[in-house]
């Protein structure tokens, strides 16, 4: 790439390791991924143990906060309409959190996100869909697999349908784990392509004076990134609800 | 054809599939207006389905744009 000099936007996503580890021949690196993901538990856990501490029953900030989060992540079960809801309640309280904190967090300048990897992201989209077919099978048994036969479909058509049924639902993991990823990786290369074209106006000499311009186009970036953030998070969380109420429900 | 040229010609075709994105998110959003215009009481309760909606819409086209960026910086 003939630009390679002049901005390089994939570096930020490099994994540069900070203490090597190789116990028993495995890679476990500590790395500048596994340190901001420790970051991001230890901002969900502080927000919630914090805020959950001082018990008052007119709550003042953080406590309005945590609850806040509770109320959000329980309304969002409640619409999705599983008969034992709260059960997956720490599940997907957990998911949206940790999502959501590592979105925002990644936002920060010289910070790394940690779901703009398709390897964490993969690794949380798997999660969920073994956890909804394991819970689909002890559920239903083998009805699970009424999933794949909708209701109402004529006995001719359903050679055709229960494959294209059978491929959707395996592509639902792919769709999961890449929108997220996506969403973050373009959010922050386009950042980074922002801030490249800051610096090189201002090298530019006369052009120095459109500078200003493609700062305004980072800070309406940056705000936007911060809702797709927020979207993002929120649209994973609901679509682990929809994908479990399909496993405890199979067959619409 | 070079496959440097070949590759950055393939990047922005792929990311066409963006426009098609920005189509969609304004089908939906407008669909909500036009419900909400006629049934504002109701339309509160269907806000977050209207966000659930843009986010799967805007996801495709976001693939659009992931093709586009592993040709220019991830293929060699």
């Given at each position: 790439m003939a630009e390679e000099n002049a901005?390089?936007?994939?570096?930020?996503f490099a994994i540069q390791p900070i203490v090597s580890l190789h116990p028993f021949?495995?890679?476990a690196t500590f790395s500048n991924a596994s340190l901001f993901m420790v970051i991001v538990v230890s901002a969900v856990a502080a927000l919630m143990l914090i805020g959950t501490g001082?018990?008052?029953?007119?709550?003042?900030r953080l406590q309005s906060v945590a609850e806040m989060a509770y109320e959000f992540v329980k309304s969002t079960l409640h619409m999705a309409d599983l008969?034992?809801?709260?059960?997956?309640f720490p599940f997907v309280f957990t998911l949206f959190l940790f999502v959501l904190f590592s979105n925002l967090i990644g936002l920060i300048p010289y910070t790394f996100t940690v779901t703009s990897q398709i390897v964490v992201t993969g690794a949380l989209a798997l999660l969920v869909i073994g956890i909804v077919i394991v819970y689909g099978l002890l559920h239903n048994?083998?009805?699970?697999?009424?999933?794949?036969v909708p209701s109402g479909v004529p006995a001719v058509l359903l050679p055709f349908i229960v494959p294209i049924e059978f491929i959707s639902f395996l592509s639902r993991p792919v769709s999961l784990s890449v929108r997220l990823f996506a969403n973050m990786l373009a959010g922050h290369i386009t950042l980074k392509v922002m801030g490249g074209f800051v610096v090189s106006l201002l090298g530019a000499g006369v052009f120095a004076?459109?500078?200003?311009l493609p700062f305004a186009m980072a800070v309406i970036l940056t705000a936007f990134e911060l809702l797709v953030a927020v979207l993002q998070a929120y649209v994973f969380a609901i679509l682990t609800c929809v994908y479990l109420r399909d496993a405890i429900h199979p067959g619409h | 054809m070079e496959p440097a040229a070949a590759r950055l010609i393939g990047a922005g075709l792929a990311a066409i599939g963006t426009g098609a994105a920005a189509i969609g998110v304004g089908i939906i959003f407008g669909q909500f207006l036009l419900g909400a215009l006629r049934n504002p009481t109701a339309s509160d309760g269907q806000f977050g389905r209207v966000f659930i909606g843009v986010a799967l819409a805007e996801g495709l086209g976001i693939f659009a744009l992931l093709i586009a960026i592993l040709l220019l910086f991830v293929v060699k």
């Open positions: 901005m390089d936007p994939i570096h930020q021949g495995i890679d001082p018990r008052a029953l007119v709550p003042g008969h034992d809801g709260m059960r997956f048994g083998l009805g699970f697999l009424k999933l794949f004076v459109l500078a200003p | -």
